[in-house]
């Protein structure tokens, strides 16, 4: 099922509505507690689905159950931001990095909040090591049980992997087409799908042998058919 939430320019609207497929409609549903645009959505079960943040700026969280038709007040985020990377890591915790806030377009505070036994409340993630630039991050992927590879997104070439068990945050060596903000992560036959606002869609395959094949991008316009467009060699 899809759900489009929020958005608007330049104000924001608190609308919901469901991508009906067999009809090609959009069916309103009931709607987010406040208005929001720049904010970030993550999957927490089959059955619901969170909203983090966003613009005007906001510190605050909503959970949707899909069932109900109704949305909850989550515990709020430490501070008011939008444009957040975020991922639910092993169905278990939340993370969310970076983002930006009232006058700051670098923010460098690293979340997570535990959604099972029960929702719990953020908390900051204190880092072992400071040293990698992980604000404004795009896109978080769980990489394996113990990782997270970031997008740096905001027009940058950046990745970096957040280690869990060492927690700290090392530079990865793999480069990927300057975007914007990367949206719409999708996991495709083991390969990390992405779409930019550069008009560009990136691949990236991890377990590719060929290194020079791992990151690769697609540059796309309606209705036509995508080709490769440069490939990128971690």
């Known amino acids: 099922r899809i759900f489009v939430t929020g958005g608007g320019w330049p104000g924001s609207i608190t609308d919901v509505s469901e ?8 069916k309103k549903v009931k709607a ?38 109704t949305w909850t007040d989550m515990k709020p985020l430490s501070e008011v931001k939008c444009v957040v990377g975020l991922l639910l890591f092993e169905r278990k915790t939340l993370y969310c990095f970076g983002g930006c806030s009232v006058g700051i377009n670098n923010v460098k505070t690293l979340e997570k909040l535990e959604v099972t036994p029960a929702l719990g409340k953020w908390e900051k993630i204190v880092l072992a090591e400071d040293k990698a630039d992980v604000t404004q991050c ?6 394996s049980s113990d990782e997270i590879l970031i997008f740096k997104g905001w027009n940058q070439d950046v990745t970096y992997m957040f280690d869990k068990k060492a927690n700290k945050i090392v530079s990865n060596p793999a ?15 083991g390969s990390i799908w992405t779409f930019g606002y550069n008009a560009h869609i990136h691949k990236y395959d991890p377990l590719e042998k060929d290194v020079s094949k791992r990151y690769t991008s697609y540059p796309f316009k309606q209705d036509q058919e995508i080709t490769p467009h440069k490939t990128f060699t971690p």
Request: glycine residues 4%; contains cysteine.
């Open 175 to 189: 480069k990927v087409l300057a975007d914007y903000f990367i949206n719409c992560q999708y996991y495709i036959n």
């Open 32 to 69: 987010m507690n406040i208005r929001r645009r720049d904010h970030t959505i993550a999957r927490i079960s089959a059955k619901s689905f969170c909203v983090v943040g966003g613009f005007p700026y906001t510190n605050t969280c909503e959970l949707y159950d899909i069932t109900k038709n």
């Open 19 to 26: 991508f009906i497929e067999g009809t090609q409609e959009m």
């Open 138 to 143: 795009a896109a978080l992927f769980q990489f």
